[in-house]
């Protein structure tokens, strides 16, 4: 609050005729609405709507720059900014080729938080994944590159542009080519300006070269319905799921749009037992694997004979000798029409995808409208091995004269052959790109490309709604345009005439949009994030089956093969440089900062590193032991990690990680498993165990593979799981010994009394897919710190949630697989708070457990005494002091020194501002939904609900009283306020 | 014990009198060469032995204290700990230095009321390393805190924060035990020390040494009547001191039984954590006693009988510490209760299984030969032992400590712990601080209570006597 409302507040008297005039602007200032978004407040008029944004820029330079900082204070308050007032903006994430929207949450100036955008069709609520959440982080790391570079050399941007508009020109002069390469994208609008770029200047071809490339999808599609793009299917209408291979809820880019689809239908209920039926086929131990009811662990060389057996019984009507084939097409066959569907992984071969479409269109699931229809496809995600074959061959020839990347790093992730040509074929190599990165730095000029965060722009998401991405801080680094802008420099560079006098991306952008959606309010559009009117219709499209049979087959040798997938985390390794990203467990293997080489026991066993697939001391001494592995690409040196479910005779690894010039986090953590293949399957003629070990960072279990047999979670009883079957006669999950007759709990001292809220928690293990966006949605939000792998090797990593993974069954062949979202259970009877001797970490009124960071000490006894192991000590100053890192801070939450403790605390933070919005409108009460915590915010699967407990009719209230309900240690009686739901298995038939 | 003697003896008892005893001070000396052999100790000139004992202890304390520094200055990251094992060697070192010093309250103040005369040659320097190993005790608990430059926020003081501690924990009693343990036994050492002082005082020929004994035995003139005031005050002492040997380790358990961890949360551990103490803490005098008899040449002094004696003792309180350790997994079994079931199975075959098994062999295997009379008056067999026993005691508690909090409830959140140079170092330095201190003592203390020896001496108690009984009085 400001002097000047503190006297306007206190004193009602005033000396001149202006500051009545402000004085009653005061009133106003603090009015009920205040705290709501910008974006919700649609009263916002164009014109002031460009005034607060352009407020906002300048804002931004006077906070975002450390040395400007000035103490001179604002006389004039910004217009409808409210300092201590968050300001949202919508925007929209470009994952690869997936339009996510979203909403960036900026405070004086800087995007301290991205979040889902729920106006955005097909997301929930502020639902999103990892990486859109964590980019926030990379928009302030301090090794973006800051200059342009010109033979090495930084020069001025105009310098380094004309450098790469004159290759250009010596390109037409020379009758030769230049090659623009591209990301997959989903922009319409960067689309239909490289089109006109090669209008302008004809020589310039566009391939696009993204790291990770499967086309299977694309060439069965263009084979079968005509349209070379993968299609999407839509789970939310699917009850029986066979996904062999197909990894959809995890690294798979659309993984966020499938896991609120799929886990609508996962959450049974006594009243509603509906739950569909998840059968995966898979060698690897995938996101997805965990999720399944039933899983059949495949051989690679099976893997597409499953699809055709499975074809031969549900389009042939053969029986299988296989018992997985013949009761997985017993369950699609008995689905009613159109609601089953077999996914194919997106690195399988065009065949298998073929296979696929047949089985989906004989169950009656292909057409408008229905699970897969050919009209609801990616942008930009047609056939591209050709194309980029095609270049490579051109390149070798020499027809090429310059190539210029558009943030691709392809010196990182291309082929041999393509880099090779790269190399030494091409006269000139230009980047433009957020990092300096493997191909910048082979490259003869380079100029640095803004972050999303800092550039207009356009997606297409692959529903067909049509979002703008609008920047919300100016370029952190000296004033850097986007890709686009310096793309638009260089072509009027080479032909004047090019755009003729649009001068900026952001009117090439408005013009275009405008253009295509004349009606559109574009105030409006920029405030809701999308197009109104958009969206696909659904479409059928003629189907021509008989193309199938024709469809390349893939040829999985029966020897040791090698399988390469992209990162859960990484992905392909672009923002390899972001330290959320690097630290987030991989929902599987939870193995951060590194890739490794997973492999079953018993190839364990095979390759010498264990005597006995039962001996679980010496499985756990065969991890970290570095493997040489070949295949006819390269060789690449993985350490080994024995994972439970695991074909045999298979290793996987994740791409993404090995970066040579990944910034100074990003380099060299892991090996560049691009080296030996690219995404998908490879023979293997060489496995070597180099007798090297490399540590690898997990974040549960460190080093041991679940040392203890027979001691199973069930066992415990810490991560229950029911059988659907079982669910109708299920009557409570707790033990009865913890309450009295009348159902009251067990104590001996008086109950805690909540007069006012009493927040709650259910969390859904049945809805929970693992897909760890709740982690970084913390992180991003509570300002966590990351430790690096040093002190996650040590056990000391800060995520205030984990999820903890648990397996039942055996080790080669785990039967199922829960997780188990654990954060601060805010126990009433708190073993915690009682052992603190300080009186740091105590009992709200509202049953939250706080915890007071400046009056602890530090003496770990609340660590020690906490069963669920929720609490983080600082153990050392964890703050990155980089400038301009603390920028991302979220001004809400306090930091943390070291030698102090911390936790979740439900986002306090948003809790108060919740009460204050409450208070602003006159209630008593925070309403049902009002406040969300950071991590229900971001899950797509909303698994986690939040909300008062004293309210009966509050979603949490409700989801307490589910049968499934339990808490975690209930019989020690700590009673928290997290409420979990037990995680069903569907095992009917 | 000569047959002639041993007739005597049955003689003695056949006529209602006091058995005969063993005697506790050889060689049969005037009081005059007491005095003038234990304070000969104070003036005689330091040696170049004693220095390069004495800087070799420096050094282990100058490191320890520079692993301290670095700890303060850097964070606590810079040991092993981590998220499951918040505790490790630290509290580790705090408990077992507690221990250490239960022994000197014992000898000085139960031993004291219960008139075991045996005491008087051991109790001085007995307590002097309670003194010292609770000034380890101290230095452990207040450097491992998080952020120690806070550590008064732990005591009860009026302060500008509005803020009072929280009394429901454990560590706030601990700050009261171990507070008033220091205190008491610094005031209790120190008045027994005041009649010697004052020896000194005439004793010594250095003027400077005279002043600084004269002003600490606090004008001690040797009536009737200060002796009158002093044993008052020293039966007081020892009545004060008494509940403390029980207190302050049954308060330190606490620390580990209010938790709610399986392996901590237990009714046992009051007990068990007394009887370890006192025997923890008779295995350190005996250790540092051996020593000093032998350099200091005390054979006169401190004889066989006593370390019979405290071999005993030894042997008691180490059958209790075994007969706890096996009750635990009987009670594990007997409550039902799974985590127990499984922490104690974990406990003896689980990770830390070789922890376990060095503290068994150590405290309840090791002390089984004093059941023979030759063993518990073998002195390098003692010795041995007592060391042994030292090593048992001191992975007593660590197997507390790792064991519970490596795996507790939850298996996702496992982990191990093995210790930093740093967390060694600052071991070694609380050696280094504890043995300094002795060494400086040694010197310059009477190591025997000169006062008290003289009234257990032939003669000295006309009542008492042994060698020619019947004789008129």
Known sequence: ?989 | MTVVQEQERLQAMAHGEEPVREDLVLGNPTMRDVTARIASIVESKITMKYLATLSVTGAMAAWGLFALYYTITTGIGVWGLNNPIGWGWDITNFVFWIGIGHAGTLISAILFLFRQKWRTAINRSAEAMTIFAVICALTMVLSHTGRPWLFYWLLPYPNQMAMWVNFRSPLMWDVFAVNTYFTVSALFWFVGLIPDLATLRNYVKSSVAKKVYGVLSLGWTGSTRSWHHYEIAYMILAGISTPLVLSVHSVVSFDFTVGILPGWHTTIFPPYFVAGAIFSGFAMVMTLLVITREILDLKQFITLKHFENMNKIMLATGMMVGYAYILEFFIAWYSGSDWERWIFINRAFGDYAWAYWTMFICNVVSPQVFWFKSARRNIPLMFVISIFINIGMWFERFTIIATTLHHDFLPASWGYYSPTWVEISIFIGTFGIFLTLFLLFAKFVPVIAIAEIKSIMPGAQPTHHHDHHGDAH
């Open chain 1, 1 to 989: 609050m400001s002097d000047r409302s503190l006297h306007a507040s206190t004193n009602p008297m005033w000396k001149s005729i202006d500051e009545l005039a402000e004085g009653r602007g005061e009133t106003a200032e603090f009015a009920p609405g205040t705290t709501t978004s910008a974006l919700a407040d649609s009263g916002v008029s164009r014109r002031s709507f460009m005034a607060l944004v352009s407020a906002s820029m300048a804002l931004t330079a006077a906070a975002c720059r450390r040395p400007e900082q000035k103490l001179v204070p604002s006389v004039k308050s910004l217009q409808n900014a409210t300092p201590g007032l968050p300001i949202y903006y919508a925007s929209v994430y470009s994952h690869r080729n997936v339009a996510y929207g979203a909403v960036v949450k900026t405070r004086e100036g800087r995007p301290i938080k991205v979040t889902g955008n729920a106006s955005h069709p097909g997301l929930v609520r502020g639902a999103a994944n990892a990486e859109m959440q964590a980019s926030l982080l990379s928009l302030y790391d301090p090794d973006r590159i800051r200059r342009p570079k010109v033979g090495g050399q930084q020069t001025s941007f105009d310098a380094a542009a004309s450098k790469m508009a004159g290759a250009i020109s010596e390109a037409i002069a020379a009758g030769k080519k230049v090659a623009l390469f591209t990301d997959e994208h989903c922009s319409p609008t960067y689309t239909q300006l490289l089109n006109e770029f090669v209008a302008a200047v004809p020589n310039a071809v566009v391939v696009t070269l993204p790291a990770i490339i499967n086309d299977g999808a694309a060439i069965a599609s263009k084979a079968v319905f005509g349209r070379d793009a993968q299609i999407v299917p839509d789970l939310s209408q699917a009850s029986v799921i066979v996904s062999v291979d197909a990894d959809f809820l995890g690294a798979d880019t659309l993984a966020l749009y499938h896991a609120t689809r799929f886990a609508g239908k996962r959450t049974p209920s006594k009243a509603n037992a509906e739950m569909s039926h998840l059968t995966v086929v898979e060698s690897q131990y995938s996101t997805t694997g965990m999720n399944a009811d039933v899983r059949v662990r495949t051989a690679p060389s099976q893997i597409e004979g499953f699809l055709q057996d499975l074809h031969s019984a549900v389009v042939g009507g053969a029986t299988s000798s296989n018992a997985a084939v013949s009761a997985a097409a017993k369950r699609l066959m008995n689905a009613a029409a159109g609601t089953g569907v077999v996914l194919a992984g997106a690195h399988l071969s065009a065949h298998a995808h073929g296979l696929a479409i047949a089985i989906n269109s004989a169950l009656g699931s292909v057409g408008a409208g229905k699970i897969i229809d050919a009209s609801r496809t990616l942008p930009n995600s047609g056939e591209k091995g050709a194309a980029i074959a095609d270049i490579t061959s051109q390149m070798e020839s020499g027809a090429i004269h310059a190539a210029i990347f558009l943030d691709v790093n392809p010196e990182y992730s291309a082929s041999r052959a393509f880099k090779n040509a790269i190399l030494k074929k091409v006269a000139f190599r230009g980047t433009i790109n957020l990092y300096d990165d493997e191909t910048s730095q082979i490259s003869d000029a380079s100029i640095p490309a803004a972050h999303w965060l800092e550039s207009w722009g356009t997606a297409v998401s692959p529903d067909g709604y049509v979002s703008i991405q609008q920047p919300v801080i100016a370029p952190l680094c000296d004033g850097i345009p986007s890709l686009q802008d310096t793309l638009m420099v260089i072509g009027k560079k080479v032909n004047a005439a090019f755009l003729g006098s649009t001068a900026s991306y952001a009117d090439y952008v408005k013009g275009a949009m405008m253009a295509a959606y004349p009606a559109m309010s574009w105030v409006d559009t920029l405030q809701v994030g999308v197009v109104a009117g958009t969206g696909r219709s659904a479409s059928d499209a003629p189907m021509n089956a008989g193309a199938i049979s024709g469809l390349a087959k893939a040829s999985v040798g029966s020897g040791t093969v090698l399988l390469t997938v992209p990162s859960n985390a990484l992905y392909d390794g672009r923002l390899a440089n972001n330290g959320w990203l690097q630290e987030l467990p991989d929902p599987v293997t939870k193995v951060t900062w590194d890739n490794v080489a997973l492999i079953s026991p018993a190839m364990a066993v095979k390759l010498g590193l264990a005597s006995s697939t039962e001996d679980l001391k010496a499985l756990s001494k065969a991890n970290e032991n570095v493997v040489a592995i070949t295949t006819k690409e390269g060789s690449v040196e993985l350490p080994v990690l024995v994972q439970p479910g695991m074909a045999d005779d298979t290793i996987v690894t994740q791409l993404g990680y090995g970066r040579t010039a990944g910034g100074s986090i990003g380099t060299g953590i892991g090996a560049n498993a691009f080296v030996a293949g690219m995404c998908g399957y490879h023979a293997v003629e060489s496995v070597t165990v180099t007798g090297a070990r490399h540590r690898i960072a997990t974040t549960q279990n460190h080093h041991t593979l679940g040392e203890t047999p027979g001691d199973t979670p069930n066992e415990r009883n810490v991560a229950q799981t029911l059988k659907l079957s079982d669910l109708a006669t299920v009557t409570s999950l707790e033990p009865d010994y913890i309450k009295d007759e009348s159902g009251k709990p067990l104590s001996i001292v008086g109950e805690y009394q909540y007069k006012g809220h009493r927040w709650g928690m259910v969390i859904d293990m049945s809805a929970c897919t693992g897909c760890s966006s709740c982690v970084i949605a913390c992180q991003s939000e509570n300002n966590i710190s990351v430790v690096g792998k040093d002190q996650v090797l040590l056990g000391r990593e800060m995520h205030w949630i984990r999820l903890d993974r648990y397996y039942s069954g055996s080790l080669q062949d785990p039967s199922s697989t829960v997780i188990e979202p654990m954060l601060c259970q805010h126990c009433e009877n708190a073993p915690c708070e009682n052992v603190c001797p300080v009186a740091a970490t105590t009992h709200s009124p509202e049953g939250l457990n706080e915890m007071t960071y400046n009056r602890c000490v530090g003496t770990r006894y609340c660590l020690n005494n906490c069963p669920y192991k929720v609490r983080r000590f600082n153990f050392l100053n964890y703050k990155d002091e980089r400038q301009p890192l603390d920028l991302v801070f979220n001004p809400e939450v306090s930091g943390r020194m070291r030698g102090i403790m911390e936790k979740c605390t439900f986002c306090v933070q948003r809790l108060h501002e919740a009460k204050w919005h409450a208070r602003d409108e006159g209630r008593a009460r925070v309403k049902d939904g009002e406040a969300i915590t950071a991590c229900q915010e971001a899950c797509p699967a909303g698994a986690i609900i939040f909300g008062d407990a004293n309210d009966a009719a509050s979603r949490v209230s409700v989801a307490r009283k589910s049968e499934r309900s339990f808490h975690v240690l209930a019989e020690i009686n700590t009673r928290p306020s997290v409420t979990y739901l037990a995680k069903v298995i569907n095992d009917r038939a």
